[in-house]
């Protein structure tokens, strides 16, 4: 096999991407604010920096938040930082995403992306209620509150109780401490006072919902097609030894769904996340390099016997996660 000496962060392209989303989304937030467009125009540009920040998290964010972003451990940072501007924590980030998710994928009781209780029975050994009975169907709404739950809730619980879910979290030191009150002060002026201020609080909290919905619910779809469909595990820890079968490699593979690989505007779009295997298994590479990536381990697990899930279109992704849902809502 030819061995070339690239880099594992991103290049020119990913850091045009991100200078291309944040000057849109800056503009989009002062057209919004400052010059009070008409009604119908506000509304398509609350829809569309919605989207923008989904675009941002995904990109910029994420890649950053791994040390991906750049080869720059500042820059890296100063990525990772930039989920602040989107109304969350990146202190609190970083632990759930990065050390419990990507440790504890799957996981019931550990994995807090799965922990939706009692609203969604997201695996089988969650307890169901009657009501899970239609999550298929309400699920989409609840979605579309994610950024909503996550900037004025779960972040605060987090911080408070000390814990994600199960875990408790690391002591903060005083800098982290301010950190996260100042990201949170922050938001708060820029996106609720100064709007109200600018715009009065009638028209801010329509804009406010339409966007933060939007990217409530891009964001949910994109990580929830990655790890709840049809296809994948949701490995149970051993009684006595609180340790799973398999090693982590493998753990991954099994507990990780791919979507819409060959369709360029999607990865392009949602930084590669649709290649969520092979980021779980290189979490420390950016995601411009996935689809390179997938053909080795694609053949790689087919060589041992593992399988590779995959969905070619994004829609038969959305379809098999309703699926899923169904049947969690049904299974006893």
């Known amino acids: ?5 690239k880099s594992s962060a991103g290049n020119v392209g990913l850091y045009f991407k991100a ?12 057209h919004l604010v400052y010059f009070t467009p008409s009604n119908l125009w506000a509304i398509i540009e609350c829809v569309l920096i919605g989207g923008f920040t989904a675009a941002i998290g995904f990109n910029v964010m994420h890649d950053g938040g791994h040390g991906s972003f750049s080869k720059s451990k500042s820059v890296n940072k100063l990525a990772a930082v930039s989920v602040n501007l ?19 994928t799957n996981i019931d009781g550990v994995d807090d992306d799965i922990e939706i ?74 996106f609720m006072a100064i709007p109200i201020y600018t715009v009065g609080f009638v028209k801010w909290m329509v804009g406010f919902l339409i966007a933060s919905m939007v990217t409530g619910f891009i964001i949910s779809i994109v990580f929830q097609l990655a790890h709840t469909v049809e296809e994948t595990a ?7 030894t609180n340790k799973i079968e398999n090693e982590w490699a493998i753990h991954q593979v099994q507990t990780t769904a791919n979507f819409a690989t060959k369709n360029k505007l999607i990865s392009w779009l949602v930084g590669g996340l649709n290649f969520q295997i092979e980021h779980h298994l290189f979490p420390r590479v950016s995601h411009i ?5 997938s053909k080795i381990i694609k053949q790689t697990c087919a060589d041992f016997n593992i399988q590779y899930i995959e969905f070619p279109k994004m829609r038969s992704a ?10 969690m809502g049904r299974a006893v």
């Open 117 to 190: 209780k009692p609203y969604l029975r997201m695996c089988a050994t969650q307890k169901r209620y009657k009501i899970h009975r239609f999550q298929h169907y309400y699920v989409w709404f609840l979605y579309t509150l994610l950024h909503i739950i996550w900037v004025f809730l779960t972040d605060y619980q987090k911080y408070f109780k000390k814990r994600i879910g199960s875990v408790p979290i690391k002591k903060l030191t005083v800098k982290e401490h301010f950190g996260f009150w100042g990201a949170k002060v922050g938001y708060a002026i820029l």
């Open 234 to 240: 949701f490995p149970v820890p051993d009684g006595d």
């Open 86 to 104: 989107l109304g969350a924590s990146h202190i609190m980030w970083g632990m759930k995403h990065n050390i419990i998710h990507h440790t504890y």
């Open 289 to 293: 390099h996935y689809p390179a990536i």
């Open 19 to 30: 200078i291309l989303f944040f000057t849109a989304y800056i503009a989009l937030y002062i």
């Open 1 to 5: 096999m030819k061995k070339e000496k």
């Open 318 to 327: 959305i379809a098999s996660h309703a699926s899923f849902l169904r049947k």
